[in-house]
């Protein structure tokens, strides 16, 4: 059909594998036979239960989620979790602190690198939820910026003589992969980009955001975060659903963390030890998309050789479009945004073309091929083509194909 000659560089929501909707457009008709279709089903049912804690066990599989921590899934997309992280470390915080009175409380110390809008817009949360209950009060916490990218307009990452981390931070976020811009640390321990696991102190909590890389490579030191999230719309599933690794000691009651003083309270849904407590079924969750979700799980397990697999495919994509965009930066047609290629993004491949009008004329002779979606983010303009596991190589072979005519 006509989806067959579509291919799909969209930035979020993404193209998802088309086995996986096939099967899933059968499952909404008809769930395994049972004259209901997925969405018509209760999700405490006997039916839905195993879906979820299927795709629980295969992530945990294709990650290698260790035992210490907690796999959820909730709702709220990551913008949600800009507000949900900070809530349950700060209501942590205070429970481990339990024995310090509500005056001797010092408030947490949050330490974020902003390398482009996604860090700077969970960052600027940080600092709303900073504001004291009563006003000239303590305040909840203590937000920083420990580096930023800013000045480069977050066309680069921070060097590791950048980063000016706080020796008595409590947290640390950072976002793995910046979608917009096109920036991702990268997975090489020895790159000057890397981050710097190194200079965190050994009791601070770090947090990253993978929403836009979640599942296309493995993650770099898993075990020593104390929380990831990822919204699903783009390697998982539909959006609607938001998967947290969590350390499991970070599952505090927040109810009992507020009554000390110092944290705010966290809305009930919000709170990680309910959703580990119910099996991320405390209300009611968005079941098509979990299902869907599940699916990709499945599929990416047995189809696409795990997560070794998908980081191969992926690296081999990423390397083939750069080589041809820097080519054609080299005849001067194009230029790249991120110059230096260890801070660039395997999942959004952000170019402009050079000339006035000539990016419309691109865009448009791309629809012409097929090639969809290449718009690059309103805020920033340009081009971006997003290279998520459903993109498959062929489409990338085809893009880098048109690129040349336009030097050719
Ligand atoms: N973080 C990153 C890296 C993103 O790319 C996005 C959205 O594209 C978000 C957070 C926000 O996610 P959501 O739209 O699910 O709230």
Redesign the pocket.
């Known amino acids: 059909g006509a989806r067959a000659k579509t291919h799909n560089f969209a930035?979020?929501p993404s193209p998802l594998p088309t086995p996986v909707l096939e099967e899933a457009a059968k499952g909404l008709l008809n769930y395994g036979n049972t004259g209901m279709g997925i969405c018509e089903l209760s999700h405490r049912g006997k039916e839905f239960k195993p879906i979820v804690e299927g795709a629980e066990a295969n992530l945990r599989k294709l990650l290698n989620v260790p035992e210490s921590h907690a796999i959820l899934f909730t709702q709220?997309?990551?913008?949600?979790q800009f507000s949900g992280v900070v809530l349950n470390v700060l209501a942590y915080l205070r429970s481990k602190r339990a024995s310090t009175s509500y005056e001797e409380y010092r408030p947490p110390v949050l330490d974020y690198v902003v390398t482009g809008a996604?860090s700077s817009?969970a960052h600027a949360e940080a600092q709303r939820l900073s504001i004291p209950a009563v006003p000239g009060g303590k305040p909840f916490a203590e937000p920083r910026i420990a580096a930023t990218t800013k000045p480069s307009k977050y066309t680069t990452l921070p060097k590791k003589e950048d980063y000016d981390i706080s020796s008595d931070a409590d947290m640390v976020y950072y976002?793995e992969?910046?979608?917009?811009n096109g920036i991702e640390f990268p997975l090489d321990p020895n790159s000057p980009f890397a981050f710097p696991f190194d200079s965190v102190p050994k009791d601070a909590l770090i947090v990253a955001?993978h929403?836009?890389s979640f599942l296309s490579r493995p993650i770099v030191h898993l075990e020593r975060h104390a929380i990831i999230y990822a919204?699903a719309?783009?390697n998982l599933g539909p959006?609607g659903v938001?998967v947290l690794i969590v350390r499991k000691d970070l599952l505090v009651d927040t109810t009992e963390a507020c009554k000390l003083g110092g944290c705010p309270v966290v809305p009930i849904m919000m709170e990680y030890k309910v959703l580990a407590d119910n099996s991320s079924l405390y209300n009611t969750p968005p079941t098509f998309a979990i299902y869907v979700s599940a699916l990709v799980l499945t599929y990416l397990l047995k189809e696409k050789g795990g997560i070794e697999g998908l980081e191969k495919t992926n690296r081999e994509k990423a390397d083939m479009l750069y080589s041809t965009l820097d080519e054609a930066q080299s005849k001067g047609v194009l230029t790249c945004v991120v110059k230096d290629k260890q801070a660039r993004s395997w999942m959004n491949v952000t170019f402009e073309i050079v000339g006035q009008e000539k990016e419309k004329e691109f865009l448009a002779g791309a629809e012409k091929l097929g090639l969809y979606q290449l718009k690059g983010h309103r805020s920033v303009g340009g081009v971006r083509a997003s290279l998520y596991n459903a993109v498959e190589i062929d489409s990338v072979r085809i893009l880098c194909d048109y690129i040349r005519t336009l030097y050719q």
């Open positions: 930035a979020g709220a997309g990551g913008t949600g996604w817009k976002c992969n910046e979608t917009i955001d929403s836009s919204g719309q783009k959006s938001t």
